[in-house]
Nanobody
Framework: QVQLVESGGGSVQTGGSLRLSCVAS?????MGWFRQAPGKEREGVAS??????????AVADSVKDRFVISRDDAQTTLYLQMNSLRPEDTAVYYC???????????????????WGQGTQVTVSS
């Protein structure tokens, strides 16, 4: 059983920054960040391996200039550093995990097996 607990959401003004964290228990090979805004489709944001032997990360083109995905040295915590936030970034952000494959994994949320509870990010103008 994989359990994901995420935190770090909040309310910021346009141009501000937030750092999301997701602590994983149980085996994970690949983890990612997704977001869901009201009335919009779920959008993959970024993903990366949690393997100590293989580091591979990918970030969606729409946010790659502003968001950075990273992991801690123990490969148990996933981070998303979000800079230069805009109102259109407002959404519930979810972390997710899967046990195999990670190449551009953020592009297909259906392949992820475990999901966090979500954390609200609100960016006001």
């Amino acid at each position: 059983q994989v359990q994901l607990v995420e935190s770090g959401g909040g309310s910021v003004q346009t141009g501000g920054s937030l750092r999301l964290s997701c602590v994983a228990s149980g085996y994970t090979y690949c983890m990612g960040w997704f977001r869901q805004a009201p009335g919009k489709e779920r959008e993959g944001v970024a993903s990366m391996t949690m393997s100590s032997n293989f580091e591979l990360a990918a970030v969606a083109d729409s946010v790659k200039d502003r968001f950075v995905i990273s992991r801690d040295d123990a490969q148990t915590t996933l981070y998303l550093q979000m800079n230069s936030l805009r109102p259109e970034d407002t959404a519930v952000y979810y972390c997710a995990a899967k046990v195999r494959d990670c190449y551009e994994a953020y592009k297909n949320g259906a392949d992820f097996d475990a999901w966090g509870q979500g954390t609200q990010v609100t960016v006001s103008s």
